[in-house]
């Protein structure tokens, strides 16, 4: 069976748990100190998702507003997005509608680029309420046409689920992508 390559982004406001949730997914664990990626950083993994081999391309985008001129060129290619909030922080939810709308525009791949929104921090709900109904109805009302994972980057719950969730729509998308053009 061929490799599938996949280019994704990771975005979302800064201090969500972008770099923390590709770290833990790239089994390089949880580090509790703090520092906000520059412009971007890049990843590559293989792993295998439903018995297909993929190449991870993953893009960490800054989440600081200064450097959101920069960010622009690398959503080109993007195959897909883990749109990353805090649970604990409910205006990083409220700026998923404008990071979905812009790699949606940007990226040039597919009308609908598959997007799962990612609510991390999870380890954190005891202290802070979250609410799955919210969640649902801000998707809804913003037409976002995304799945959802909750995750805890600290402890690597659900991780594995929202690359997993992704990489599904993607080759979903890419399946029927390819046999619209066969059948013309």
């Known amino acids: 069976m061929p490799t599938l390559l996949f ?12 770099t923390s949730i590709r770290r833990r ?14 412009g971007a950083d ?11 081999n993929v190449e991870w391309q993953i893009w ?3 989440g600081q507003p200064a450097f959101r001129n920069v960010m622009k060129s690398y959503y080109k290619g993007a195959m897909g997005a883990l749109a990353v909030y805090d649970i604990t922080q409910p205006k990083s939810l409220e700026s998923l ?24 921090k999870i380890d954190l709900r005891d202290e802070v309420p979250s609410s ?23 402890t690597g719950e659900a991780i594995e689920e929202a690359f997993t969730t992704l990489a599904r729509d993607i080759m979903s998308k ?3 992508k390819n046999k619209k053009k066969g059948a013309e």
């Open 7 to 18: 280019k994704i982004i990771l975005l979302g406001d800064g201090a969500v748990g972008k």
């Open 97 to 120: 509608d404008t990071w979905v709308k812009e790699v949606r525009e940007r990226a040039g791949t597919y009308n609908d680029l598959p997007i799962v929104l990612v609510g991390n």
């Open 25 to 38: 997914y790239m089994g390089e664990g949880f580090k509790t100190d703090f520092l906000a990626t520059m």
């Open 42 to 52: 890049f990843a590559f993994l293989k792993t295998k998702i439903d018995s297909v």
């Open 132 to 154: 799955l109904k919210t969640i649902q109805g801000f998707v809804k009302a913003k037409s976002l046409n995304a799945g959802f994972v909750e995750t805890s980057a600290k």
């Open 60 to 62: 960490d985008l800054a």
């Open 174 to 176: 890419t399946k029927f």
